[in-house]
């Protein structure tokens, strides 16, 4: 379910920066709305670097409290795009718990080509108490989300910032020449 809200919220954020971004670029604006624009990149910025800490510390609670296994690749799962193109491939990983119970669950993350070729063993992190609740003990699953949405945030926040300050960064940076008699 968190995935779904990501995917829709970075979908309307997508839009929103895309159409300030599409207004300055297409026409010169006042200065008032150019930090309005700013200032709205700037807030997307924030928000993704919110959601990427939510994350990491989503993934940090669950590590420190996760048990480690073997696990073996089992199959790969065909994703495809949401518009019918593109496609990769999740792993579908078996593992056993502590209690010696067979459980398997599909990796967050898709790829093409595959990560993981089937029967590959790879390490597996998974809660004691819902064994159902496991993911891949990799650096792409754990940190992917979290660093992908916070330089997408920090890069929003620095163009926030400059849109938003445009006119003063414009006149240090290039200064109004006054026009001299000539003798």
């Known amino acids: 379910m968190g995935w779904v809200i990501l995917i829709i ?3 309307v954020a997508g839009i929103v920066v895309g159409w ?4 300055l670029t297409a026409r010169r604006i006042e200065s008032a709305n150019d930090k309005f624009a700013g200032n ?13 800490g939510i994350f990491a510390v989503r993934n940090i609670v669950f590590i420190r409290s996760a ?15 949401s518009d019918g193109s593109g496609h990769g491939y999740a792993a579908l990983v078996e593992f056993e718990d502590f209690d010696g119970i067979s459980h398997k669950f599909a990796s967050q993350i898709s790829s093409s080509p595959p990560l993981y070729e089937v ?9 004691l108490n819902k064994p159902s609740r496991a993911m891949i003990a ?7 989300v979290p660093l992908a949405c916070g330089a997408v945030g920090i890069f929003l926040i620095g163009c926030g910032f400059v ?5 003063q960064i414009r006149l240090k940076l290039w200064p109004r020449r006054t026009a001299t008699a000539v003798p």
């Open 9 to 11: 919220f970075t979908f």
């Open 40 to 52: 709205m990149i700037l807030g997307a910025g924030i928000i993704f670097v919110v959601i990427g």
């Open 20 to 23: 300030w971004l599409g207004l």
């Open 163 to 167: 849109v938003s300050r445009w006119p």
């Open 138 to 144: 990799s650096f792409g699953e754990i940190l992917g």
């Open 67 to 81: 048990a480690a296994t073997d696990g073996r690749v089992v199959e790969l799962r065909e994703s495809k795009g």
């Open 119 to 127: 029967g590959s063993h790879i390490q597996v992190l998974y809660q």
